[in-house]
């Protein structure tokens, strides 16, 4: 595992792994995340082994922001346009469906290093918090490092996460309605 501190220099490097199908701990204004590239299944799915997650939970994508959202096949528009315009970037996960059915979870991050890496990196990375599942989430570099350290190909250090909490995520159905999975 290699570990870097954010700048631009660990930016180039950190996108170049990640799109070549590293599984690694980024920083985000929430808690710490376990990320790979949604393109690459085989990273994907070691992602989830990482995680310890069962294979049917799913896990959003971090965006660099509503456009790459739409690049990918989700147009946002009613009340999902309107929760995005005015909680993103930030702490808010918006889960919505598309017109073929699909259903995904999109969060911007309100750290700006972060999204220019999902921005390098293409617009979107899948993203759940930095530990096992059922353990607390990571707040610091070293968190995540004490608990899957030994299983990432690296890891990038921000200092504290600014917020300390996971994200408020809300189902918007296409009629509108919002439902929150978690406060």
């Known amino acids: 595992m290699k570990t870097y501190d954010c700048g631009d220099a660990a930016l180039d490097a950190i996108a170049d792994a990640l799109l070549a199908g590293a599984v690694g701990v980024i920083p985000t204004d929430t ?12 990273a994907v799915e070691r992602l989830y082994s990482v995680k310890g997650r069962e294979g049917g939970k799913p896990i959003a994508l971090l965006a660099s922001g509503v456009a790459a959202v739409e690049r990918f096949g989700f147009p946002l528009s009613g009340k999902a346009a309107e929760m995005a315009r005015s909680g993103w970037p930030g702490p808010l996960t918006l889960v919505v469906e598309n017109a073929q059915g ?19 990196c293409g617009g979107l ?3 759940t918090s930095a530990n096992f599942s059922g353990r607390p989430p990571a707040l610091k570099a070293e968190d995540a ?10 890891v990038a250090d921000d200092g504290p996460s600014r917020l300390g909490v996971a994200s408020r995520v809300v189902m918007v159905s296409p009629s509108g309605a919002t439902r929150t999975l978690r406060p």
């Open 31 to 42: 808690v710490y995340g376990l990320a790979a590239h949604p393109a690459n299944a085989a």
């Open 102 to 120: 699909r259903t995904e979870g999109f969060r911007v991050p309100a750290h700006d290093w972060t999204r220019r890496l999902i921005e390098r």
């Open 125 to 127: 990375l899948r993203v």
């Open 145 to 154: 490092i004490a608990q899957i350290g030994a299983l990432v190909d690296f």
